[in-house]
């Protein structure tokens, strides 16, 4: 049997590719072209891997479990809304298989029994001579460890003592000792969000990735505030 010719089909664009000439592989869960030279297909041919270590990443950069809020003006310049969405799912894919398929703060693996899944998370550092926002490493964390990182997201969803408990358990931090670290990581979260910061992704554009743009910076905490008010849980 001749090698297929894999092609990257989004779920949202399956009966498009479909009509195009594309078969499904029940067994990959993957879309494939039936021959080559199919013009219809070849926006869906698949791209070059994404190298696992992206250009001037820092993989020791924010290491560990702690509370990192982001800051309000720079809501949706995660890197989810500033991908184009095929490229978001070349990326999380190399993240977790470069992971090991395990959380890189708690070392949890998957678990869809109880609902523990794993999720990509960005590490940022915040230049305020500059007021620069720059991607320095991208990892893996489960549902918990991000939960956990994303306080701020959990105190709104009424999570904010299964959060606590998790850092605790992580850490190994006394109580008071993780409430003061929450208290500083949000000191500094009203701090930043106070300046409008220039977001700088050469990390993923100069690995090829291709950008989305996120919404203006005027506009992303209403935006925010409507998505929790229409959804509080998440």
């Known amino acids: ?17 479909k009509a195009a000439g594309a078969r499904y592989d029940p067994a990959t869960k993957c879309w494939y072209a039936p021959r080559a030279g199919i013009p219809e297909l070849e926006r869906w041919a698949l791209r070059p891997p994404i ?12 290491t560990g479990l702690f509370v990192d809020l982001v800051p309000s003006s720079c809501w949706f310049t995660n890197v989810r809304s500033c991908v184009d969405k095929r490229d978001w799912n070349r990326l999380r894919t ?15 693996s998957r678990d869809n029994q109880t609902s523990r899944y794993l999720e990509a998370h960005e590490r940022w550092d915040y230049d305020d001579a500059t007021a620069t926002q720059t991607l320095r490493r991208l990892i893996c964390l489960c549902t918990a460890c991000h ?23 992580v850490t190994g931090l006394s109580t008071p000792s993780i409430n003061r670290h ?3 990581a ?3 979260w009203k701090r930043r969000s106070g300046h409008a910061w220039t977001l700088d992704l050469s990390m993923l554009t100069d690995a090829g990735i291709r950008l989305a743009p996120p919404p203006d910076a005027a506009d992303r905490g209403k935006i925010a505030h409507a998505q929790l008010r229409t959804d509080p849980t998440g």
């Open 147 to 169: 939960s956990a990182t994303h306080y701020g997201l959990a105190r709104i969803r009424g999570k904010s003592s299964e959060a606590s408990a998790h850092l605790r358990a």
């Open 182 to 184: 929450i208290d500083g």
């Open 94 to 108: 190399m993240i977790y298989s470069r992971a090991g398929n395990l959380c890189e703060a708690c070392g949890a």
């Open 1 to 17: 049997m001749a090698e297929r010719l894999w092609l990257d089909v989004l779920f949202e664009e399956k009966d498009e590719a």
């Open 51 to 62: 190298p696992t270590l992206l250009p001037g990443e820092d993989r020791s950069f924010g």
């Open 186 to 188: 949000f000191a500094t």
